[in-house]
């Protein structure tokens, strides 16, 4: 495809004039959150300023932890925005399914491709090396993201843990949802979204879940992948392609169609709890 294309395909906000509408409800739904739940704010887990995360906890020893990975294409957007992903898992109403880590990560034009990958798996390793004092089952860790957030969340499926800390399980994901996901990141490099990602062909390829899936030591954690029904073809073709060859190399995959959504309404299905994309996680969980 044209740039011309590809612009138009992966601009969301463009594709949703009222998006502002969903991202002001994020931030309100959020601050609720915060003031209700049990939670400790801006813990680090690296030296950057923004290797940081929010923790939202259960009233229940040893429940597991789901870690969110927010969107904003690698160079937007902040963790403080997406607590409310907690209320449909920490809360008494949900069941006090999980604890919730919501991640920060640093933003490009700072941080490139590899540095941001980098960072989700360095939170990663801290996160089971901590979950003890943290209160956490650390053999019972799951990802969730969205957009940019849905790419982290099939990098962190796909990595060799114990290439990352020797002493880190080989499984050290057992599962996850990637929501509205970007997979191939060849055709992010060729449209406007690269002006500030400055990707090379190399970094691109590297860094596209699409391209790691022949190599994988050992068995694949089951992915759910969610995607709404009114998201622009890109989204629908990424998950589709990524799908199919994460099933095709043995993963066991859930897909989701969210009817009537778009690439901002998608993510208040994770706080909701008869949602598939909620129902989805919690089965794994359980």
Avoid at 172 to 196: E, F
């Amino acid at each position: 495809m044209d740039r011309e294309t590809l612009d138009r395909l992966y601009n969301n906000r463009a594709a949703v004039p009222n998006h502002q509408q969903d991202i002001d409800r994020w931030e309100a739904a959020s601050r609720l959150t915060r003031e209700r739940a049990l939670c400790r704010l801006d813990l680090p887990y690296g030296a950057h300023p923004r290797e940081s995360f929010d923790l939202f906890t259960t009233a229940e020893p040893d429940r597991p932890l789901l870690v969110f990975i927010h969107g904003g294409y690698w160079q937007a957007l902040d963790k403080s925005w997406f607590s409310f992903v907690a209320d449909g898992f920490t809360m008494p109403a949900a069941g006090g399914l999980a604890n919730v880590a919501v991640l920060n990560y640093p933003l490009a034009p700072e941080a490139d491709m590899d540095r941001i990958v980098a960072s989700i798996r360095r939170a990663l390793v801290w996160l089971w090396r901590e979950a003890a004092p943290l209160g956490f089952d650390p053999n019972r860790i799951y990802v969730t993201g969205h957009s940019a957030g849905g790419h982290l969340t099939a990098i962190a499926a796909l990595t060799d843990w114990t290439a990352q800390d020797g002493a880190a399980p080989v499984d050290l994901v057992k599962g996850g949802v990637a929501i509205s996901g970007l997979y191939d990141l060849l055709p992010i490099r060729s449209c406007y979204l690269n002006d500030r990602l400055r990707m090379t062909g190399p970094v691109a390829i590297r860094n596209s879940p699409q391209f790691m899936l022949p190599f994988h030591h050992g068995g694949l954690p089951p992915l759910a992948f969610a995607v709404g029904s009114d998201e622009t073809a890109a989204f629908h073709g990424q998950q589709h392609d990524f799908v199919k060859a994460y099933a095709e190399r043995g993963g066991q995959v859930t897909e989701v169609t969210a009817p009537g959504m778009h690439h901002f309404s998608i993510v208040h299905e994770l706080a909701r709890p008869d949602s598939q994309i909620r129902s989805a996680l919690a089965a794994m969980m359980r």
